[in-house]
């Protein structure tokens, strides 16, 4: 029997994050309920809930490639397909809902400081659903490393292992 899983939708995520059309990545995030801080625990404490689970846990999300984004006029006309490097950003859009959320911190900022091991094996087209897989590796101080993959119909288009610093900004 699969994992029910907790979905957050749009409205829920840009709450967390400071992305926006037309370069908001992510559509949903998903992930096991039992992974998912309560509310009730300060942010030390909420740290060493998720730093107990790292290597095991999953943070998945999707994003829907509309035909109509601007990009595909120029990447490339006869054959639109997405730039892979945007796949990246959607993985660690991905990380850094979880992060955020995770703090309970919303409106969050975090910055790519290492990508690694970078593969891009499978195009995206438009129309196409991505589909992305991050699992938190682990934390050092304001750094978080994860591993990503993303998808199209089952099928591995991307992947790579990056770290983000988190930023102490605080909400304006």
Not at 2 to 19: A, D, G, M, S, V
Not at 101 to 114: E, S, V
Not at 135 to 154: L, P
Request: aromatic share 12%.
């Amino acid at each position: 029997m699969p994992i029910e899983r907790t979905t957050f939708k749009l409205e829920e995520i840009k709450k967390y994050i400071q992305h926006r059309d037309p370069f908001l990545l992510i559509d949903e995030v998903s992930c096991d309920p039992k992974d998912i801080v309560s509310e009730d625990l300060n942010e030390a404490e909420r740290l060493a809930f998720t730093d107990s689970k790292a290597g095991d846990l999953i943070i998945k999300s999707k994003k829907f490639i509309d035909p109509k984004m601007d990009i595909f006029r120029g990447h490339f006309p006869d054959y639109p397909i997405l730039p892979g490097v945007l796949s990246l950003e959607a993985m660690a859009q991905t990380a850094c809902f979880f992060v955020f959320y995770t703090l309970g911190r919303p409106n969050g900022l975090a910055f790519f400081t290492h990508i690694d091991g970078a593969k891009f094996k499978h195009p995206v087209h438009p129309g196409d659903t991505l589909e992305m897989e991050i699992k938190y590796t682990c934390r050092k101080r304001q750094f978080w490393i994860f591993e990503g993959k993303s998808f199209v119909n089952g099928n591995l288009s991307s992947q790579a292992s990056f770290k983000a610093f988190v930023s102490e900004k605080e909400d304006k």
